[in-house]
């Protein structure tokens, strides 16, 4: 890697709409790197020129209108970067860039279905997508989804938390779609067949309360709290340890207009 190297990731929910707090994160923290998910915005219809004003020259963007899209936006200039599709559609879910270091970084960005309301692949046509999706991604990081000779960062909304202090009541959403066995078994699985670090979890203990989603729906997200772990960084054990620090910028679910996510970053030493 080189001297230092901080990534953030986002899911926007909306780009365009939040544009705004979008240049505000990038000013007040200033991350190498930031992933966004959500983008919701067509090909080629992404607002690069104040995100180039704000100091970010190279974009990476993969969108689409009206759903999904991923974008990467970085000081740092990109070796190479691609898309992978999966469960045979068309979703701009997944970009990857490899970024230079000591030994080369591959970043994937990735994001992952809702999965809808019900919990039941059988009569739920988003939740079995889910899953599938899932399946996907184990096979892939089980083939190796990071060249040899390089390190790896893995981030985004996985929409799965998948510990017990990931939630704000576990028991209570055991059959809750992002929290059910069968999503959070299956992300543990990607986590382990990728040799993946979950970063977070390294800084902060896992019996320890961790958030970085609080839905729209809540009256008063701040003093209920009911907060869900959607948002994750991991990265190949070889620069773990040059992870530092953690940041989850709670304060940005207050923002004006803000999106129901809130940005986490991590920051590295030389490895």
């Keep these: 890697m080189a001297d230092t190297l901080s990534i953030a990731t986002w899911n926007i929910n909306s780009v365009r709409f939040r544009q705004a707090i979008v240049e505000k994160f990038l000013t007040e923290m200033a991350p190498d790197i930031l992933c966004l998910q959500e983008t919701k915005c067509p090909q080629g219809q992404f607002p690069s020129g104040p995100i180039r004003d ?10 689409q209108k009206g759903y999904h899209g991923v974008a990467i936006v970085s000081k740092r200039p990109f070796l190479a970067q691609s898309t992978k599709p999966f469960c045979g559609k068309d979703d701009c879910r997944h970009i990857s860039v490899t970024v230079a270091g000591k030994k080369p970084v591959t970043i994937h960005n990735l994001y992952v279905p809702a999965g809808g309301d019900e919990p039941d692949p059988k009569i739920n046509e988003k939740f079995a997508h889910k899953l599938q999706f899932i399946d996907e991604l184990e096979a892939w990081f089980g083939k190796g989804c990071v060249p040899k000779g390089h390190e790896g960062i893995l981030v985004g909304d996985l929409n799965i938390a998948p510990l017990e202090h990931d939630v704000w009541s576990h028991k209570d959403l055991l059959k809750v779609v992002s929290h059910t066995p069968i999503e959070t078994e299956g992300l543990l699985r990607i986590q382990q067949k990728g040799k993946w670090v979950d970063l977070m979890r390294q800084h902060v203990p896992a019996e320890k309360k961790l958030y970085t989603w609080w839905s729209y729906r809540a009256r008063d997200w701040e003093t ?14 070889g620069i773990a340890p040059a992870c530092k620090k953690i940041e989850i910028l709670k304060e940005a679910r207050g923002w004006q207009q803000p999106s129901d996510h809130v940005p986490v970053m991590a920051s590295f030493t030389a490895a």
């Design 54 to 63: 704000a100091g970010y020259e190279h974009i990476a963007e993969f969108g």
């Design 224 to 237: 209920s709290d009911r907060g869900r772990r959607l948002d994750h960084i991991w990265s190949t054990a």
